[in-house]
Nanobody
């Protein structure tokens, strides 16, 4: 049974940092692409960042460029999202997702496996 388990969310003041982790079990994802998505109350799920199977290619939504960094450790079957300079508008439930393809996609329906989500709250 494949499971993706996120951790690292929490409450932080504006300007602070958090590091999200997503650990996979049940299969290896070394040949899969990863994405991070977020969903704020009353809003649609939004693509935040993606990383290719090798880690050599990444993509970010404009609103987080220069503040967030996605990375992966294939040996640990884990993907990370380092979030710096957090803003209140970053408040959302953050989800990791994996797809059976070498490169990322921005559409949530193009991912095959999902974590349960972790809450990130940024206070002003």
């Amino acid at each position: 049974q494949v499971q993706l388990v996120e951790s690292g969310g929490g409450l932080v003041q504006a300007g602070g940092s958090l590091r999200l982790s997503c650990a996979a079990s049940g299969r290896t994802f070394s040949n899969a692409a990863w994405g991070w998505f977020r969903q704020a109350p009353g809003k649609e799920r939004e693509f935040v960042a993606g990383i290719s199977w090798s880690g050599g290619s990444t993509l970010y939504v404009d609103s987080v460029k220069g503040r967030f960094t996605i990375s992966r450790n294939n040996a640990k079957n884990t993907v990370y999202l380092q979030m710096n300079g957090l803003k209140p508008e970053d408040t959302a439930v953050y989800y990791c997702a994996a797809r059976s393809g070498l490169t990322y996609r921005t559409g949530w329906n193009e991912y095959d496996y999902w974590g349960q989500g972790t809450q990130v709250t940024v206070s002003s």
